[in-house]
T-cell receptor, first 114, second 115 residues
Framework: KAGVTQTPRYLIKTRGQQVTLSCSPI?????VSWYQQTPGQGLQFLFE???????NKGNFPGRFSGRQFSNSRSEMNVSTLELGDSALYLC?????????????FGPGTRLTVT | AQSVAQPEDQVNVAEGNPLTVKCTYS??????LFWYVQYPNRGLQFLLK??????LVKGSYGFEAEFNKSQTSFHLKKPSALVSDSALYFC?????????????FGQGTTLQVKP
């Protein structure tokens, strides 16, 4: 099975712009979670989607949003970018109800805000 | 509130020696515990998990971890370290009593295995 894919892998944006990141989960996985990884804050949970519904949200400002489509693919959007948004954004998928519980991560999108 | 602590920023071991990477956790419900490894410029790779059952769980690449409920710990171990084990290791916890997959991660421990 193909793993979790994320596009693009690298992005450079300017302060004030907006950005959309995409995640395709493992085939059959219906839950997608997003995490932000920075050297200072480590790995922080952004949000989780299951069957097109946001099931949980982390402590991030409203500039961070996401959605999930009927094919389980997910996007996250960051509006009005700030320098502090520079990070590795990781997407993870899982199969709730399967008894496995672990999440499988994609390679991430490296966002640099200048 | 849930939290995970990895008290060591870096662990150094010689190749062939046993290694331990420490993790303690706090969660209000049932702890579901995980270890992940991250190589440079890569995503996180699942190593092993504890959900229920035997306190000693075995995972990928010869790694194992011991769940200790009284000490709220879930230390990662390997009997004989390899240079290729050098990477960043993350411990994570999820509240198994809640209907969410949200993971709380520790700050990570860099494992350096020297030849």
């Amino acid at each position: 099975k193909a793993g979790v894919t994320q596009t693009p892998r690298y992005l450079i944006k300017t302060r004030g712009q907006q950005v959309t990141l995409s995640c395709s989960p493992i085939s059959g996985h219906r839950s997608v979670s997003w995490y932000q990884q920075t050297p200072g804050q480590g790995l922080q949970f952004l949000f989780e989607y299951f069957s097109e519904t946001q099931r949980n949200k982390g402590n991030f400002p409203g500039r961070f949003s996401g959605r999930q489509f009927s094919n389980s693919r997910s996007e996250m959007n960051v509006s009005t970018l700030e320098l502090g948004d520079s990070a590795l954004y990781l997407c993870a998928s899982s199969l709730p109800g399967s008894g496995s519980y672990e999440q499988y991560f994609g390679p991430g999108t490296r966002l640099t805000v200048t | 509130a849930q939290s995970v602590a990895q008290p060591e920023d870096q662990v150094n071991v010689a190749e062939g020696n046993p290694l331990t990477v420490k993790c303690t956790y706090s969660v209000s419900g049932n702890p579901y515990l995980f270890w992940y490894v991250q190589y440079p410029n890569r995503g996180l790779q699942f190593l092993l998990k504890y959900i229920t059952g035997d306190n000693l769980v075995k995972g990928s690449y010869g790694f194992e971890a011991e769940f200790n409920k009284s000490q709220t710990s879930f230390h990662l171990k390997k009997p004989s370290a390899l240079v290729s084990d050098s990477a960043l290791y993350f411990c994570a916890v999820r509240d198994g009593s809640s209907n969410t997959g949200k993971l709380i991660f520790g700050q990570g421990t860099t494992l350096q295995v020297k030849p």
